[in-house]
């Protein structure tokens, strides 16, 4: 199970408002290969497609792809306002490590991949 702090709430309700495509779209969360620690995030305003997992709280509503499940159960999604940092941030119980950018992580679950000399973390 996922779960949404009450500030990741509020702005993800905002953002729905503004961006969501039907009623039954939410923040779709996903994680793929890539990104300099191995696995990357991937977040974007979607509808559900089949498999996938919905979490909802007030306004909120989060997409968990279902190929995703079982590198996210346990997240919270959170929200910071900070000036140079500001965004949805997940905090993941299976990140053993995280790049500094803060979009891949590695998993504690997996050995560590290696990455291509040169590749960057993804925006």
Known sequence: MITITPKAVEELGKLL???????QSGLRLAVRRGGCAGWQYEMN???????????????ARVIVAGDSLVR???????FSDDL?????????????RSCGCGTSFESADEPAVAMADGEACAP
């Open 17 to 23: 408002a503004d961006k969501a495509k039907s009623p």
């Open 84 to 96: 140079t940092d500001a965004g949805f941030k997940i905090n993941n119980p299976h990140a053993a």
């Open 45 to 59: 305003v979607a509808d559900p497609e089949p498999g996938d997992e919905i979490v909802e709280s007030g306004t």
């Open 72 to 78: 996210l159960n346990g997240c919270e999604i959170d």
